[in-house]
């Protein structure tokens, strides 16, 4: 069955960075679209950044310029590399896969989440 698993999630200072990387099993790695999603205390889960089969890339406007996605699908992984961290930027990071190959397919798989802490 498919599994996603993320780590690489911590506690960091503002202005840091942190790499988050999602493991993925148990279907075809490089024929999907894969994405971040976050979930901030108190909010709903929303978009982060998102990567087609074709290395097309997606972010939404709050990481923009400071996250980037990656996939590396000899080793079944995408990566989140988060750059300029921000107290905002505290949440659950979830590694999904799409349900196609383009970053706008639903998501139809999601891993467990791992914690990112950005202390001011």
């Known amino acids: 069955q498919v599994q996603l698993v993320e780590s690489g999630g911590g506690l960091v200072q503002a202005g840091g960075s942190l790499r988050l990387s999602c493991a993925a099993s148990?279907?075809?790695?490089?024929?999907?679209?894969m994405a971040w999603f976050r979930r901030a205390p108190g909010k709903d889960r929303e978009f982060a950044a998102a990567?087609?089969?074709?290395?097309?890339?997606r972010y939404a406007d709050s990481v923009k310029g400071r996250f980037t996605i990656s996939r590396d699908n000899v080793k079944s992984t995408v990566y989140l590399q988060m750059n300029s961290l921000k107290p905002e930027d505290t949440a659950v990071y979830y590694c999904?896969?799409?349900?196609?190959?383009?970053?706008?397919?639903?998501?139809?798989?999601w891993g467990q989440g791992t914690q990112v802490t950005v202390s001011s």
């Open positions: 148990g279907f075809s790695f490089s024929s999907y679209a």
């Open positions: 990567i087609s089969v074709g290395d097309s890339t």
């Open positions: 999904a896969r799409a349900q196609g190959g383009g970053t706008y397919s639903p998501y139809i798989n």
